[in-house]
């Protein structure tokens, strides 16, 4: 069935806990804000759902593709397509492998309830008011991370061929920090 919900593949439920992810570890409340990237959006706080929050365990600069699959098509189409027995695959460059591994990455909780479904995009949540979270916690290795979840984290020498294939597999996705202004290598 189409859903009226534009970037979700799955009608949204609400999530216990909202998650949102920073290098800084001393937010003490996050303020409705315009993001830098996305301009012609009304102020919001933004989090993501425990779900999707893969998608943010690297560095915020870092541009990744994610593709997954929900089903047993989809992993059937996602280890066809992307040679991998994991059943979700997320990719950066060479370039941001040692920024992986020294990211100090936190992982703020926070209670859903100011939240509602972005329609934009699955997994994310907005709040149009001020939300103080609940705690905060350091991530650890972003690799093990990845490899304790059961993620293939790949170094992709090709990352923008990799994106081409992901947009049209046909399989969940998302494109993290990847387009103009975006650093392809990692700072320093």
């Known amino acids: ?17 909202l998650l949102h992810y920073s290098e800084d570890r001393g937010i003490d409340a996050f303020e409705p804000h ?10 919001a706080v933004w989090a993501i759902d425990p779900e999707h929050a893969p998608l943010y365990w690297f560095p915020r600069a870092c541009p990744r593709v994610a593709v997954w699959a929900g089903d047993r098509e989809q ?17 950066t460059t060479p370039g941001w492998a040692d920024a992986m591994l020294s990211c100090e990455l936190y992982e703020y909780r926070l209670d859903p309830a100011p ?7 699955e ?37 923008e061929g990799l994106r081409a294939l992901v947009v049209t597999s046909g ?9 103009p202004g975006s650093e392809m290598r990692a700072p320093g």
């Open 171 to 179: 399989l969940p996705f998302s494109i993290v920090r990847f387009g």
């Open 75 to 91: 992993r059937r189409l996602l280890h066809e397509r992307f040679a991998t027995t994991s059943e979700r695959l997320q990719a």
């Open 123 to 159: 997994g994310q949540w907005i709040a149009r008011e001020r939300v103080v979270p609940e705690s905060v916690q350091q991530v650890g290795d972003l690799v093990d991370r990845h490899r304790s979840a059961g993620i293939e984290l790949r170094f992709a020498d090709d990352l």
């Open 115 to 121: 939240f509602v479904a972005w329609p934009e995009a």
């Open 1 to 17: 069935a189409t859903l009226a919900w534009m970037g979700w593949t799955v009608p949204p439920g609400t999530p216990d806990v």
């Open 34 to 43: 315009v993001p830098r990237t996305n301009p012609g959006v009304a102020p």
